[in-house]
Each structure stands twice: as structure tokens, then as C-alpha cells.
């Protein structure tokens, strides 16, 4: 069975870090990209960053360029999200998403995704 578990969420002051983990299991060797989405009370799920398997290759939301940091560990099955500089805006539940079978929607489109975590809460008071 297929399954992405996420850790590492919590809650920190404004200019604090974080990192957050997700483990895949299952067909693990079919994923072509991982990545975290986020989504705030009221609003849409949105692309955070996520990155290519095979070779490493990352793309990242303009509002967390220079801030946050995507990274994997293929032996562990396990993607990062290093997160600095938090802002309030920043808060959110952080989902793990990957993606097996490319339907050729943006990489910041949530419908390009067929796994899900049950996601992370980040809260980050000013």
C-alpha cells in the first residue's frame, strides 16, 4: 500500500526554523516527484516546492525562494523541507505529495498528484 507520512510540524516564532520529514512506503520505486503542498484555513492548497527523484532537480514557490530548502534521502525514501526565516503567512497544514504517473499539469498543480500525506500542522506567531 502506498503511503506518505509526515513529521517534523509544529509551532515557532516568526524568523524560527523547522523541518519537516515524509517517508514513503510502497511502490516507492515508481515515484517520480515529492513534494510538500500547504493550505491555510479558507484558502487553497498551494505548491510549495518539490523535487525529481531520479536526478535531484527542485522547484520552489517564489514566496519560499531563499527561505526554504528541499532535499531527499533515496536510500531512506524520505524527503525534506527545511524551512527558515518563518513567517506568520508560512502558517498551514504542509502536506507530503508525490507523484507516479505525469498527466502534465504544472508541478504546482495538486491534481498532478496520486499519493497524499495526512499533513503537518506549521504555526508561526509573530
Known amino acids: 500500500q502506498d503511503q506518505l507520512v509526515e513529521s517534523g510540524g509544529g509551532s515557532v516564532q516568526a524568523g524560527g526554523s523547522l523541518r519537516l520529514s515524509c517517508v514513503a512506503s510502497?511502490?516507492?520505486?515508481?515515484?517520480?516527484?515529492m513534494g510538500w503542498f500547504r493550505q491555510a484555513p479558507g484558502k487553497e492548497r498551494e505548491g510549495v516546492a518539490v523535487?525529481?527523484?531520479?536526478?535531484?532537480?527542485?522547484y520552489y514557490a517564489d514566496f519560499v525562494k531563499g527561505r526554504f530548502t528541499i532535499s531527499q534521502d533515496n536510500a531512506k525514501n524520505t524527503v525534506y523541507l527545511q524551512m527558515n526565516s518563518l513567517k506568520p503567512e508560512d502558517t498551514a497544514m504542509y502536506y507530503c505529495a508525490a507523484d507516479r504517473v505525469s498527466t502534465g499539469r504544472p508541478w504546482y498543480d495538486p491534481r498532478e498528484y496520486n499519493t497524499w500525506g495526512q499533513g503537518t500542522q506549521v504555526t508561526v506567531s509573530s
Open positions: 523535487i525529481y527523484s531520479a536526478t535531484g532537480g527542485t
Open positions: 510502497g511502490y516507492t520505486y515508481s515515484i517520480k516527484w
